[in-house]
């Protein structure tokens, strides 16, 4: 299995801007979490999906930020309108139910 | 509200020495503890984890002490190799909704000089 995927993994963009990030899970992992990893808190847990449905986003940091998972092998992380305050890596993790969460390689969003 | 937290942002070891992170926690409600490694540009992979049943947990290098009165645990790795310079992550887990959820600490940047 290739593990967990994200894209893109650098992402840069102006203030403003409408920012997408994406994720392919593990094959037969039905929960599917979103992570923001900043030097003053560590990662943060934004949102989790268990069977594409969204159990708990109570992490969003607000309502520029959404999350959807249309299927069992995709997940996107939307901000919009993007502030410089959102520049962060952004891992999406994915696990069977009981076991170990398995990471992607982040996605290092800037905002100017 | 920092439930789980690495006080230590790094430690610097030499070679063949032992390594000690600490990390602290506040809800009692946890009752499973881990530990996760990240090297740059990578994600996070798990390393150790120990139950709150438990007070340590051993896998070669690697022992996870747990102190329960005292809300503590501790990743061991002894002897350190270059290889360990990482951050390391503590994370606990509770369940809340039906599900298990993952509270991460800060990090600690550890370095293993040679």
């Known amino acids: 299995d290739a593990g967990v995927i994200q894209s893109p993994r650098h992402e840069v963009t102006e203030m403003g801007q409408e920012v997408t990030l994406r994720c392919k899970p593990i094959s037969g992992h039905d929960y599917l979490f979103w992570y923001r990893q900043t030097m003053m808190r560590g990662l943060e847990l934004l949102i989790y999906?268990?069977?594409?449905?969204?159990?708990?986003d109570s992490g969003m940091p607000e309502d520029r930020f959404s999350a959807k998972m249309p299927n069992a092998s995709f997940s996107t992380l939307k901000i919009q309108p993007s502030e410089p305050r959102d520049s962060a890596v952004y891992f999406c993790?994915?696990?069977?139910?009981?076991?170990?969460?398995?990471f992607g390689p982040g996605t290092r969003l800037t905002v100017t | 509200d920092q439930q789980v937290k690495q006080n230590s942002p790094s430690l610097s070891v030499q070679e063949g020495r032992i390594s000690i992170l600490n990390c602290d926690y506040t809800n009692s409600m946890f009752d499973y503890f881990l530990w996760y490694k990240k090297y740059p540009a990578e994600g996070p992979t798990f390393l150790i984890s120990?139950?709150?049943?438990?007070d340590k947990n051993e896998d070669g290098r690697f022992t996870v002490f747990l102190n329960k009165s005292a809300k503590h645990l501790s990743l061991h790795i002894v002897p350190s190799q270059p290889g360990d310079s990482a951050v390391y992550f503590c994370?606990?887990?509770?369940?809340?909704?039906?599900?298990?959820?993952?509270?991460f600490g800060q990090g600690t940047r550890l370095t293993i000089n040679p």
């Open positions: 120990i139950s709150s049943i438990k």
């Open positions: 999906f268990n069977n594409n449905v969204p159990i708990d």
């Open positions: 994370a606990a887990s509770a369940f809340f909704q039906g599900a298990q959820k993952l509270v």
């Open positions: 993790a994915s696990r069977v139910p009981l076991g170990e969460q398995y």
